[in-house]
């Protein structure tokens, strides 16, 4: 993106020698809020419209000058680009002037950008049957993805929305299931349909089936009068997302195979059978594929659902995404809150690099919360949040005491026989520590690079457990 091409040369500027009346005149005549004043090409500051109110028309400009606007100097990237209040950017390069961005064209710029990445229905393959294009994907629904994995995605998801197909989502919580499976629905031909979400693991067991499926007039005790629709049938039509499949207790995993299969649904306490037409999407970031194994998931429903399955991953295998999420949501929440908070260079750099154990969801809370919090309106590197800084000082300081320890102990264990008291207190430390760190014997031997038998040892030369020690 070349945002200096829409640098504009033709914004009219004043020099410093002139008079205030000249520069109301330029402000109106331009219907401007904001002039560049220069002396000759050299920039001098900003004149504000509003710090000419009640001045002497014959007075100089000189006074009035905001000689510490924001300006830039060309060389940024439009991601660095900063929020500024005013209608207009200078960008000045060795002190002299050449042009000024406008707020408005910045911001066009920004949004162009992201739609770029923002599933549009529009994408084209070759060799396989292009889907209808749903061009009117709905602005409320933004989904940033900028890397090539979230590209990939969004392919899949262009391809398969438009048919019924079940989908099966799958990730970590945080990395945007439930965006994903709104896009799906958005660009389907039920969009005008509802989009119903039902959290599997959050309704209590013995209420779920009657939410599910409704249920007829006096089928329980307390049961409303008439009954009450379930979920199926008000979804019907349109397209029911199962969030947290892998937390659905057995028996109603059964029942839902069924409707699956059947497209109907039986009330609880009725005899009718009631036809439903409804797309599934479900989600889960537990490991289905084991639960199937250790018997807590249905083989037969895993694999009626995991038809179209797509895997999201975490944000920090997708660092592409870093910086237009944080452009997005620090757009969005200058939005909602009215400010113009921005980051700092090193900001975004720092944040660049943190991991996001939390995936998008930590990211967006760390913007909301800087963009509430901030006094100033450039966000520093020094008021991201703890998680943030304990992690980069972790990242750049020298080893820890527990890292010390663990090469320590690795190096005694490969020169084990040499040892005396010392050795073996040592050793005996680092053994503990290691353990308690990875939690199993299997593991802290994979850690430090000897087999788990060694680990066994260990553990037996010095009476340590791993129940002692948990
Ligand atoms: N690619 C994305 N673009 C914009 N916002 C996103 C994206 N992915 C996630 N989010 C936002 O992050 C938060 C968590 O996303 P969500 O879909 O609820 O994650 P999950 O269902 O995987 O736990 C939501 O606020 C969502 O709007
Ligand atoms: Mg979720």
Request: charge should be positive; aromatic fraction near 8%.
């Amino acid at each position: 993106m070349k945002w200096l091409d829409h640098v504009e040369k033709t914004v009219p500027v004043i020099q410093i020698t002139e008079l205030v009346w000249k520069a109301v005149n330029c402000m109106k005549s331009a219907s401007l809020n904001e002039l560049p004043v220069l002396s000759g090409q050299t920039f001098s500051g900003i004149l504000h419209a509003k710090d000419l109110l009640n001045s002497d028309p014959n007075n100089s400009i000189k006074e009035y000058i905001d000689k510490d606007c924001c300006t830039i100097n060309g060389t940024e990237e439009l991601y660095f680009l900063p929020f500024y209040n005013h209608q207009l950017l200078p960008v000045i390069n060795d002190g002299i002037y050449h042009g000024c961005i406008s707020r408005n064209t910045l911001h066009r710029l920004f949004y162009n950008e992201l739609s770029q990445v923002i599933l549009s229905g529009g994408s084209s393959r070759d060799g396989l049957t292009a889907p209808q294009k749903t061009n009117n994907t709905k602005r409320s629904s933004k989904v940033i993805g900028h890397s090539q994995k979230m590209k990939e995605i969004f392919d899949i998801v262009h391809y398969v929305a438009p048919s019924d197909s079940t989908v099966l989502l799958l990730g970590a919580s945080g990395v945007g299931k439930e965006v994903i499976a709104k896009m799906l629905h958005e660009n389907s031909c039920r969009k005008k349909e509802l989009f119903m979400k039902v959290n599997c693991g959050a309704i209590p067991p013995h209420l779920l089936e009657s939410e599910l499926f409704g249920y007829e007039q006096g089928a329980f005790t307390g049961a409303k009068r008439g009954g009450k629709l379930g979920i199926f049938e008000m979804a019907s039509g349109g397209t029911l997302f199962l969030d947290e499949i892998g937390d659905l207790p057995l028996d109603m995993q059964v029942k839902l195979l069924r409707v699956l299969q059947e497209q109907e649904i039986m009330r609880v306490g009725g005899l009718q059978i009631i036809n439903v037409n409804v797309r599934i999407i479900a989600a889960t970031n537990r490991n289905l594929e084991r639960m199937v194994e250790e018997g807590t998931f249905r083989t037969d429903l895993y694999y009626r659902l995991n038809i179209v399955p797509i895997k999201i991953p975490l944000l920090r295998e997708r660092k592409d995404d870093i910086l237009p999420l944080l452009n997005y949501f620090l757009m969005e929440f200058n939005a909602k809150y009215n400010c113009m908070k921005r980051f700092s260079k090193q900001a975004v750099q720092q944040l660049m690099s943190y991991p996001f154990p939390g995936n998008v969801r930590e990211l967006s809370n760390i913007v909301e919360r800087l963009v509430l919090t901030s006094r100033s309106d450039v966000i520093e590197s020094c008021q991201l949040p703890k998680q943030v800084l304990t992690y980069l000082k972790r990242e750049s300081g020298p080893p820890d005491q527990e890292n010390k320890s663990m090469d320590t102990l690795a190096l005694h264990w490969n020169t084990f026989g040499q040892g005396d008291n010392l050795f073996d207190y040592l050793e005996k430390e680092a053994l503990i520590r290691t353990l308690k760190k990875y939690g199993s014997v299997r593991k802290a031997g994979t850690a430090i690079g000897v087999p788990h038998t060694t680990v066994f040892q260990k553990m037996k030369k010095y009476g340590v457990t791993l129940k002692a020690i948990r």
